[in-house]
């Protein structure tokens, strides 16, 4: 391994399970997300030598992530990046919707130095937290040249940060990630400035097809609140009940930007000559819809 040992990592603190506390360590099941701060994190973890600077950005439980959190994070990734003396950044994260973040960070400000985003499956007093390791191996993964992008470093492996889905709820390892995934060329990304000066974003909802999927739902959010986006989670190759279709294409009509992903964990959806409403690719449907959020930011200015 070709490491470099003079430059400074910076690590990012956003909350998680990774920084969960277990009110009894020995039923670890039973945990709070986000308690332990960064400092606490790292103690035991950082090799002598190595140059560590600390922030915590946020302390959230990432089902509760927001848009906030995001900005916070991309600015000070944005800035850290850019800095001659940092070869890396590692954030810690919670993984319930890491994949989202991930695919953020990577479409946005497509870093061309490591970004190293890691987590754990077990709160940091649990006797077999993964924390501690996970957090070395993203420690080391930053010092690696080449290693450029953002990615997402767990139990042993890395993941392509635009690429990955937690696809497991609860095994130590609970992510995957595709090849060959790509931002669809038909969708524009915003730059880094028009993400941070965003201060009303774009609303994207995200619907499943399903036995007896219907309209309703879109027609009653259309008529009340309308989104300025929908993402569908397609059956299969990203199909669509009829009346759903129906709803999404008057929902389209009424200037709503809609995007059909499947709700097949793996293979997207592919063209066909029957198509009636555009497709994300191999995008997962969370994927589909931070796609189609940066494609509305884009395009307001
Ligand atoms: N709910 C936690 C979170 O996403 C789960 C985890 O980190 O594994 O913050």
């Known amino acids: 391994m070709n490491r470099?040992?003079?430059?400074?990592?910076?690590?990012?603190?956003?909350?998680?399970?990774?920084?969960?506390?277990?009110?009894?360590?020995?039923?670890?099941?039973?945990y709070k997300a986000a308690q332990v701060d960064v400092t606490q994190l790292l103690d035991g973890v950082v090799p002598t030598g190595l140059h560590v600077l600390t922030e915590q950005v946020a302390q959230v439980d990432s089902k509760n992530m927001s848009f906030a959190v995001w900005q916070s994070l991309l600015g000070r990734v944005a800035h850290w990046v850019a800095q001659d003396e940092v070869q890396g950044v590692v954030i810690t994260h919670g993984t319930d919707t890491l994949e989202e973040t991930a695919y953020f960070l990577q479409t946005v400000l497509q870093p061309n130095k490591p970004v190293a985003i890691t987590c754990a499956m077990l709160p940091a007093n649990a006797p077999e937290s993964d924390g501690p390791a996970n957090l070395?191996?993203?420690?080391?993964?930053?010092?690696?040249?080449?290693?450029?992008?953002?990615?997402?470093?767990c139990a042993g492996q890395v993941h392509a940060g635009h690429?990955?889905?937690?696809?497991?709820?609860?095994?130590?390892?609970?992510?995957?990630?595709?090849?060959?995934?790509?931002?669809?060329?038909?969708?524009?990304?915003?730059?880094?400035?028009?993400?941070?000066?965003?201060?009303?974003?774009?609303?994207?909802?995200?619907?499943?097809?399903?036995?007896?999927?219907?309209?309703?739902?879109?027609?009653?959010?259309?008529?009340?609140?309308?989104?300025?986006?929908?993402?569908?989670?397609?059956?299969?190759?990203?199909?669509?009940?009829?009346?759903?279709?129906?709803?999404?294409?008057?929902?389209?009509?009424?200037?709503?930007?809609?995007l059909r992903a499947s709700r097949c964990a793996w293979g997207g959806v592919q063209s066909r000559d029957a198509d009636?409403?555009?497709?994300?690719?191999?995008l997962t449907a969370v994927q589909a819809r931070v796609a189609l959020l940066l494609d509305l930011i884009a395009r307001r200015s």
Request: glycine share 8%; proline share 5%; charged share 15%.
């Open 136 to 153: 070395k191996q993203a420690l080391s993964w930053v010092q690696l040249r080449g290693s450029v992008g953002v990615s997402v470093v």
């Open 4 to 30: 470099n040992k003079t430059k400074k990592i910076v690590v990012l603190a956003t909350g998680g399970t990774i920084a969960g506390l277990a009110a009894d360590s020995d039923q670890p099941q039973n």
């Open 163 to 258: 690429a990955v889905q937690k696809s497991h709820s609860h095994q130590r390892n609970p992510f995957t990630s595709q090849a060959h995934v790509r931002h669809p060329d038909s969708l524009q990304i915003p730059t880094v400035a028009q993400v941070l000066s965003c201060t009303h974003w774009p609303h994207v909802a995200l619907v499943f097809n399903h036995v007896e999927a219907d309209g309703r739902l879109v027609r009653t959010l259309m008529a009340h609140d309308a989104p300025d986006g929908w993402v569908v989670a397609g059956t299969g190759n990203g199909t669509l009940h009829h009346d759903l279709q129906a709803a999404l294409l008057e929902a389209q009509e009424q200037g709503a930007h809609v």
């Open 276 to 282: 009636v409403l555009p497709h994300a690719g191999l």
